[in-house]
């Protein structure tokens, strides 16, 4: 009887049981150079500074391999007008983006959810901290 690693999960072992290869997730980070290095100390593949056709191109390679990835991009990223990524994101599944905003900006809220609540409410009223009954 063989043993098992006790540091398993549940579906290291579900695959090691029937032979199959566990494909493991990628991870990748697209945009500024300065985070770039940081995202490459810690095991991302980078992609610093890319333009729109290249974001596009690793999207497209993504999706058409079928591949697990994690995937963060910087706010100019995000913005950059990339069919590929925005089938991506409307999907969702196999593949999440995660946008991070650049080192020297003003912090601003990225989203979705963000664009409509700012529209409704105006940008500004979104950062600022809000009083409650316990403040001071």
């Known amino acids: 009887m063989s043993e098992t690693d006790p540091n398993l999960s549940p579906a290291d072992l579900h695959h090691a049981a029937s032979g ?3 494909q493991p997730t990628r991870m990748l980070f697209l945009g500024d150079d300065g985070l770039a290095e940081g ?3 810690i095991g991302f593949e980078t992609y610093p500074n890319p333009e729109p056709n290249e974001v596009d191109r690793v999207f497209r390679e ?3 391999a079928r591949e697990k990835a994690f995937v963060i991009v910087d706010d100019a990223v ?4 990339v069919e590929h990524l925005k089938r991506v994101r409307r999907e969702g599944g196999r593949i999440v983006v995660v946008a991070v905003p650049q080192l020297a ?3 601003r809220l990225g989203s979705e959810v963000a664009d ?3 529209s409704m409410f105006g940008g500004a ?3 600022q901290p809000t009083a ?3 403040s001071t």
């Not at 995000?78 to 007008?81: A, I």
């Open 78 to 81: 995000m913005q950059m007008d």
């Open 105 to 107: 900006a003003p912090p």
């Open 62 to 64: 993504l999706l058409s």
């Open 132 to 134: 409650t009954k316990d």
């Open 20 to 22: 199959a290869q566990a």
């Open 39 to 41: 995202f490459s100390v």
């Open 116 to 118: 409509r609540l700012s």
């Open 125 to 127: 009223n979104l950062m």
